[in-house]
């Protein structure tokens, strides 16, 4: 965007423009040597970054490393070896338990022979010297349970009495019960449980086995309750043996971890991949091997290191994508601008440069970037691309005023320098004010993007101009591209003043009551804010399609919290209190698997029952085949009996029967018949392990850690030489916390047991799910800056240090005694006091400089409103990634306002009566912007759908700033320019000398006959 030359009245150029000048002669008058300088220092930054700079992907990087709960993962990760879980997913179509036991035990045994890559691998359990002492596990109602069940149970194996749980008969006697109840006026809720169980368990099996032809195979679940309750929390399973695997048998999944290296920075990065490369090859290799067996085998890898590693190789190819289509539609849009290439190459060629010194800058200065630092190039594309196509356009418009190449380069620094300087040292101590969050990776994007900003306005006085100076040395004017006519446009938009700015301030008031809401005695924004990782990623990605898998299956998570007890006991209250929190839905621990030494009775109650599973034969006796033709007659009064209630239960058991007689009524009688068979079989010998599970408990001597299988001491305890224990206990939510409301919840319950829990799902909510909070903290205090350095920019020389000093002043003694007093600072209201006062003393002493200041903020200020409204109109929300964006959208608003704030302070000052917007002016904020909207939509491309938001959203915020800088600030300046009030300068007497009396009558003549002079600016 441009600046013109000075006014005829002489006054002087601010030393910033200057100072522009003078570099753009230089690089004038040497162009090739400024270009050398230029380009090697790009080199070296390029070839420093590439060796130095290092690439964090993990989301601990972007928290407070002080905190609490970062501290103690910290203390986590290196007690027990590494800092999170891969989770390699094994899933069948159908369910294949024996194959996903294979595949798993196959893959587990290739993982622990290269301990270079990979440790703590835990594929499967043996739990053979915990299930020997199971009964003692038992709490003593569970005891009761058991005995009761027993008992029960005793009538059909004791007696033989195996009719009894045949498919027909059980459907026959879950009706007699219902009828009962309902004849009684309620129905109890353990028969409403034992139907849906039953209805289940049929349901399932049939299906399954007419999908896959099989029924021995196929995951079978009990129809009756089990003998011992503790075992889905305990014991983990029937066998010796024990796999991660769903109760569906579809799903399995092997957990390792990253070997760690003791080389930090880039060797312990490089280690990293290589083992997931290597990890995915080995993973890929199960997959073919096993798929001999299943052809719908896969086999994926998750994780939080899985998912953080996909997360920034997409972005990374994402934005190399967008960075190459951004450039082709920057150029199109510079093309038919300027019609013509070269000016155009000349400003990405400067965006290229300024982009490689950025990135040697922060490699210097911070030395890394994370998963949200590493987006400061979208911050950099749209400064460098306005600040270059702003001295662009103003040197063609100069050379078209036959100024001579050198005039014309340096002519152009001095009327553009001052905007584009302003403009850069606003954005650069916005984005610096991210320092004061709190929050190292938000901090690290910050000072990048604040220096990116002022090398961005270097390169456009240094190197642009002597890339011009070479360019267009033997070029004539003639062949020059024009600037853009816009004085139709201009003439148009100040036309009717009162009726354009009238409706353009309904359009954004329209838009922003669908931005905001007054609630609770406050101002809201009605756009969401969804703190959801996981949707933010290219939901192509292996390792999130795994994880959806995992969460659908209801078996592991990645979003898991961890938290450490100092010995047994602790664990234990700890264990017990978070299992009573609504929102965890497990636990997994070592401390649970030790439980405390029965009671003399208690020993004796178990050594009985011990006794009486014992005594009976293990062998399956033969059964009749099923008879299809009487469980569907049975199942179907079943099912008509489940319909007339609206009990939850009732429905999903009626559900389920419905699904089998539908099946059954599908399938021929013989292949009925063999399905009820072995579903029939595999009921008795279901219940004749039970039997077994507890005959083989026949050891009483208390649990030790000695018993505790080596793969769960590994992951849950660690014992120091001295003897010091830590417990450390896995805490798994219940519902899905990648959402918001979920993770929130999580955690604040969590916090109220363990104020020091820690884990992925605290790191989620200390980053992305607090992002907002922390944005808007930023908001607030870029504003301020904003605000204090353009007031500071308009104020008159004598009032700028009277207007800011003193509320900084006042600020800074009220923050210091209430840090005194309380012990704690709150920089927002310190920041609010200041801007407070400063806005105090400008009302009073140059009010017209204050009222240029908030006009200069009006597009941003209004376009972020409008902008606000039109995601919730479409209804789009606002997520972590796209929040990044919002500072950049400030900028150009705020850019687009300096420029034509200034334009009306110099034809007022000038002595214009109004205003009328400059044809530079206009076409620049119109051509800057229409080439940032085509740069950032480079990013709608992205697989990425953060990166893709980020896109959307910059591209309609650039579009609603400048809309309201055509529609809005132009009635408004012209309103502005008709009643600007005199000068409020101060008027200086000068007393005449006695001999020139008598020339005063002839100077009041001379001063009457002459016209009086334009009002003048401030």
Same mark, same amino acid.
């Given at each position: ?20 000048? =003078? ?12 270009? =050398? ?74 993982? @622990? ?23 003692? !596990? ?7 349970? %058991? ?58 099996? %049939? ?94 890898? *998750? ?26 539609? #920057? ?129 456009? !006085? ?105 010995? =047994? ?98 399938? $021929? ?48 305890? @660690? ?7 830590? =417990? ?26 363990? $104020?020091? #829990? ?44 009277? %207007? ?12 210091? *005694?209430? !840090? ?35 006009? *200069? ?22 997520? $972590? ?8 959208? !400030? ?89 600007? $009030? ?5 008027? @200086? ?23 009086? @002079? ?5």
């Amino acid at each position: 965007m441009v600046m013109v030359r000075p006014s005829e009245n002489g006054t002087p150029r601010p030393l910033p423009a200057r100072l522009a000048g =003078w570099v753009a002669s230089v690089a004038c008058a040497r162009p090739r040597l400024m270009l =050398w300088l230029g380009l090697l220092a790009a080199c070296a930054c390029v070839g420093y970054s590439v060796t130095h700079l290092e690439v964090h992907t993990s989301r601990s990087q972007l928290t407070d490393r002080e905190a609490r709960f970062s501290r103690s993962w910290q203390q986590y990760s290196d007690t027990f070896g590494s800092a999170a879980d891969l989770m390699v997913v094994v899933q069948s179509p159908a369910p294949n338990v024996r194959l996903i036991r294979s595949v798993i035990d196959e893959l587990g045994e290739k993982l @622990k022979r290269e301990p270079e890559h990979f440790e703590n691998v835990l594929s499967r359990v043996d739990l053979t010297a915990m299930r020997r002492k199971a009964l003692q !596990f038992l709490t003593d109602d569970e005891i009761r349970k %058991t005995a009761t069940r027993l008992q029960t149970y005793d009538r059909v194996v004791r007696q033989q009495n195996w009719e009894l749980i045949r498919s027909e008969k059980l459907a026959e006697t879950l009706l007699g019960q219902i009828r009962r109840g309902q004849a009684e006026g309620m129905v109890p809720e353990a028969t409403w449980i034992s139907a849906e169980r039953f209805a289940d368990s049929l349901s399932s099996y %049939t299906h399954n086995a007419l999908s896959s032809g099989r029924t021995e195979q196929n995951t079978f679940k009990p129809p009756l309750p089990e003998l011992m309750t503790v075992a889905s929390d305990q014991k983990l399973s029937d066998g010796a043996l024990s796999w991660m695997i769903n109760s569906e048998g579809t799903v399995g999944v092997l957990l390792v971890c990253l070997a760690q290296l003791q080389e930090p920075g880039k060797a312990q990065g490089n280690a990293r991949e290589s083992s997931l490369a290597r990890l995915r090859t080995l993973a890929s290799e199960a997959e073919t091997s096993g798929r001999t067996d299943a052809a719908e085998l896969k086999v994926s890898l *998750t994780g939080i290191p899985a998912l953080e590693h996909d997360e920034l190789r997409s972005t990374s190819i994402d934005i190399r994508n967008a960075g190459l289509l951004a450039a082709l539609l #920057v150029g199109a849009v510079l093309f038919a601008v300027f019609r013509g290439m070269r000016h155009p190459m000349l400003a990405l060629m400067t965006l290229l440069v300024s982009l490689c010194w950025t990135f040697g800058a922060a490699t210097a200065v911070v030395g890394s970037v994370n998963i949200v630092s590493v987006c400061f190039a979208i911050f950099l594309i749209g400064l460098s691309i306005d600040f270059s196509v702003s001295y662009i356009h103003r040197y063609l418009a100069l050379r078209q005023e036959l100024f001579e190449l050198p005039d014309a380069l340096r002519e152009a620094a001095e009327t553009t320098g001052s905007g584009i300087l302003i403009s850069a040292a606003t954005a650069a101590l916005a984005f610096s004010t991210a320092l004061l969050t709190g929050f190292p990776g938000v901090a690290e994007l910050g000072l990048i993007a604040a220096m990116g900003a002022v090398l961005c306005a270097a390169s456009v !006085f240094w190197f642009l101009p002597a890339l011009i100076a070479i360019s267009d040395a033997d070029v004539d004017v003639e062949q020059l591209p024009q600037p853009m006519p816009a004085a139709k446009l201009a003439g148009w938009l100040t036309a009717w003043p009162v009726p354009a700015a009238a409706g353009a301030a309904v359009l954004v008031l329209l838009f922003s009551s669908q931005a905001f809401r007054w609630s609770d005695g406050r101002l809201q924004a009605r756009v969401s804010y969804n703190p959801n990782l996981l949707e933010l990623q290219d939901q192509r990605a292996e390792s999130v399609v795994a994880e959806r898998a995992l969460d659908a299956a209801g078996t592991e998570t990645v979003l898991h919290a961890v938290s450490i007890a100092r010995s =047994w006991e602790e664990a234990m209250q700890l264990r017990t209190r978070f299992l009573k929190l609504s929102s965890v839905g497990r636990v997994s621990d070592a401390a649970s698997k030790l439980p405390e030494q029965p009671s003399g009775s208690t020993m004796q109650m178990l050594q009985s029952l011990q006794q009486q599973a014992a005594s009976l034969p293990a062998s399956t006796p033969t059964l009749r085949e099923g008879s299809y033709l009487e469980t569907g007659r049975q199942a179907d009064a079943l099912y008509a009996a489940l319909k007339k209630s609206d009990h939850p239960r009732a429905k999903a058991a009626a559900a389920s029967l419905d699904q089998f007689l539908n099946d059954l009524s599908k399938t $021929p009688a013989r292949e009925s018949s063999a399905i009820l068979t072995a579903w029939n079989t595999m009921t008795i010998r279901w219940l004749l392990g039970e039997y077994q599970e507890i005959a083989v408990a026949d050891r009483f001597d208390p649990v030790d850690l000695r018993d505790l299988p080596r793969e769960l001491k590994s992951r849950f305890l @660690k014992i120091d030489a001295d003897g010091k224990q830590q =417990w450390a206990l896995r805490i798994y939510p219940r519902e899905n916390v990648w959402n918001g409301p979920e993770l929130d919840r999580f955690v604040r319950e969590l916090r109220t047991v363990d $104020p020091g #829990v820690t884990g992925a799902p605290i790191q989620v909510y200390e980053s992305a799910g607090r992002m907002d909070v922390t944005w808007a903290s930023i908001g607030l205090y870029a504003l301020s800056v904003i605000f204090l350095i353009l007031l500071f920019n308009y104020l008159r020389p004598g009032q700028k240090l009277l %207007t800011v000093i003193p509320p900084i002043g006042v600020a800074a003694f009220i923050g210091y *005694t209430l !840090f005194q007093r309380n012990g704690t600072l709150e920089p927002s209201l310190a920041v609010m006091i200041c801007v407070g006062l400063a806005t105090f003393i400008a009302a009073v002493l140059d009010f017209r400089n204050l009222r240029d200041t908030v006009l *200069t903020l009006m597009p941003a200020l209004a376009g972020g409103a409008v902008l606000l409204g039109m995601l919730q109109l479409l209804g789009l929300q606002l997520n $972590p990634m796209n929040l990044i964006a919002l500072p950049l959208v !400030f900028a150009i608003g705020v850019d687009n306002g300096i420029y034509l704030v200034a334009d009306c302070r110099r034809q007022i000052a000038a002595g214009r009566e109004g205003y009328l917007p400059s044809s530079d002016t206009l076409s620049s904020v119109i051509v800057t912007s229409l080439t940032s909207i085509a740069g950032f939509s480079g990013l709608l491309v992205s697989a990425h759908a953060g990166l893709f938001s980020v896109g959307l959203l910059l591209a309609i915020g650039v579009a609603c700033c400048l809309v309201v800088s055509l529609l809005l600030m132009p009635p408004i300046l012209t309103l502005v320019a008709r009643h600007q $009030p005199a000068s409020m300068e101060p008027v @200086k007497v000068i007393r005449e000398k006695s001999g020139a009396a008598e020339d005063t009558a002839a100077r009041d003549a001379a001063a009457k006959s002459t016209p009086q @002079k334009g009002k003048k600016a401030a």
